[in-house]
């Protein structure tokens, strides 16, 4: 199984800060197949990014994925009060699916 | 707009089977367009994927749940279901469903399949006597 670790655990930052989480993969992830969810208290998680890189419908292009193999990063490029959460990175390049443990972005 | 909605007890006693279903709204199960997926969420384990089932009842299972673990579909009624055997504490979580497309979309000319695209709002299941 591919194991997801995501780094780092808690992001303390201000709203109009960049964010950097980071994804990384005990082996290759296959063509892409990494997905990135935001979370938030209470409610399921939402898809952020698919293919690594390609924004979900209705997703503000402040996020942005990158990545391949086995380094992935999401980028949150200014933050806004709503994208205090957690984010989830998850690969679907073989089974079983498995997700990372998340990173919590908090406000400083 | 499709939707999805989990119901099935809260409280589930040890060694019994936890059954939840699925119910989908604004899709048909029987499309053959996505993997119809369980999730849970536990404190100490984060998420998990459960496994699937596609439409024609084939089915990928998660191999940490040890053959415990059953999905099943009901098309003329759109809901598939989940059963978990011989729970213990450990399955205590929020049991999430959702979809995952099998098809992938062209995005500036290259084909990109998606993760999970539509999750349910999640129900919350605890194991105890």
């Known amino acids: 199984e591919i194991v997801l670790t995501q780094s780092p655990g808690t992001l303390s930052l201000s709203p109009g800060e960049r964010a950097t989480l980071s994804c990384r993969a005990s082996q290759s992830v296959r063509s892409s197949h990494l997905a990135w969810y935001q979370q938030k208290p209470g409610q399921a998680p939402r898809l952020l990014i698919f293919g690594a890189s390609i924004r979900a419908t209705g997703i503000p292009d402040r996020f942005s994925g990158s990545g391949s193999g086995t380094d992935f990063t999401l980028t949150i490029s200014s933050l806004e009060p709503e994208d205090f959460a957690v984010y989830y990175c998850q690969q679907y390049s073989s089974f079983p699916r498995t997700f990372g443990q998340g990173t919590k972005v908090e406000i400083k | 707009q499709v939707q999805l909605q989990e119901s099935g007890p809260g409280l589930v006693k040890p060694s019994e089977t936890l059954s939840l279903t699925c119910s989908v709204s604004g899709d048909s199960l029987s499309s053959g367009s996505y993997y119809w997926t369980w999730i849970r969420q536990s404190p100490g384990k984060g998420l998990e994927w459960i496994g699937y089932?596609?439409?024609?009842?084939?089915?990928s299972y998660n191999p940490s749940l040890k053959g415990r673990v059953t999905i099943s579909v009901d098309t003329s009624k759109n809901q598939f279901s989940l059963n978990l055997s011989s729970v213990t504490a450990a399955d205590t979580a929020i049991y999430y469903c959702?979809?995952?497309?099998?098809?992938?979309?062209?995005?500036?000319?290259?084909?990109?399949?998606?993760?999970?695209?539509?999750w349910g709002q999640g129900t919350t299941v605890t194991v105890s006597s």
């Open positions: 089932i596609y439409y024609s009842g084939s089915t």
């Open positions: 959702a979809r995952e497309p099998t098809d992938g979309v062209y995005v500036a000319g290259s084909y990109y399949y998606s993760g999970l695209d539509v």
